[in-house]
T-cell receptor, first 118, second 111 residues
Framework: GAVVSQHPSRVICKSGTSVKIECRSL??????MFWYRQFPKQSLMLMAT?????????EQGVEKDKFLINHASLTLSTLTVTSAHPEDSSFYIC??????????????FGPGTRLTVT | GENVEQHPSTLSVQEGDSAVIKCTYS??????FPWYKQELGKRPQLIID?????GEKKDQRIAVTLNKTAKHFSLHITETQPEDSAVYFC??????????FGTGTSLTVIP
């Protein structure tokens, strides 16, 4: 149980285009999902918290107009990288929590999406 | 915001020896501390976690200790095996919300 999927697993796009990444909780409902960015051989950097039915909360230094997050249902959150540039190339990973306040604290991670901007 | 530091960045041990990875955090309000194992190109997998109301937790060869006063926590792996080789991340969180990760430790277990 508690499986999180991401699509696509890899994407290559041209500079200036937009790319959408989907994160799905397959066998549970997730009121809260998180988006992370990971550079090669580096740590996971929290980008934003995605709450179903409300606006995402972005970490300091993350451009909300560049990284659009939509959490339209209890099983799906999307991250759209707008006007992508080569410096946006990275590994993007989402995670989801099983329940809200008072519930289990564990986050389940998706397999990640490798974005390459040429 | 929360700042998590992790040491060492790389660690090599002989098979059968123990490995210890240490993390410190800055926000005294953090109360949940998970440890994740990430193999190359794969998703992070939770290996053990601890809440601030306990000082130690053990699961077979893996244990985590927490010192709230000093704001540091450690991962202990005993009787290491080659399959333990991976990158390990610690994290700190308040109530399981935003996770702030350490910089990672690349563990190599030498057969």
């Amino acid at each position: 149980g508690a499986v999180v999927s991401q699509h696509p697993s890899r994407v290559i796009c041209k500079s200036g285009t937009s790319v959408k990444i989907e994160c799905r909780s397959l066998d549970f409902q997730a009121t809260t999902m998180f988006w992370y960015r990971q550079f090669p051989k580096q740590s996971l950097m929290l980008m934003a918290t995605s709450n179903e039915g409300s606006k995402a909360t972005y970490e300091q230094g993350v451009e909300k107009d560049k990284f659009l997050i939509n959490h339209a249902s209890l099983t799906l959150s999307t991250l759209t990288v707008t006007s992508a540039h080569p410096e946006d190339s990275s590994f993007y990973i989402c995670s989801a929590r099983l329940a809200g306040e008072g519930g289990p604290y564990e986050q389940y991670f998706g397999p990640g999406t490798r974005l390459t901007v040429t | 915001g929360e700042n998590v530091e992790q040491h060492p960045s790389t660690l090599s041990v002989q098979e059968g020896d123990s490995a210890v990875i240490k993390c410190t955090y800055s926000d005294s309000a953090s109360n949940y501390f998970p440890w994740y194992k990430q193999e190359l190109g794969k998703r992070p997998q939770l290996i053990i976690d601890i809440r601030s109301n306990v000082g130690e937790k053990k699961d077979q060869r893996i244990a985590v200790t927490l010192n709230k006063t000093a704001k540091h926590f450690s991962l202990h792996i005993t009787e290491t095996q080659p399959e333990d080789s991976a990158v390990y991340f610690c994290a700190a969180s308040k109530l399981g919300n935003q996770f702030y990760f350490g910089t990672g430790t690349s563990l190599t277990v030498i057969p």
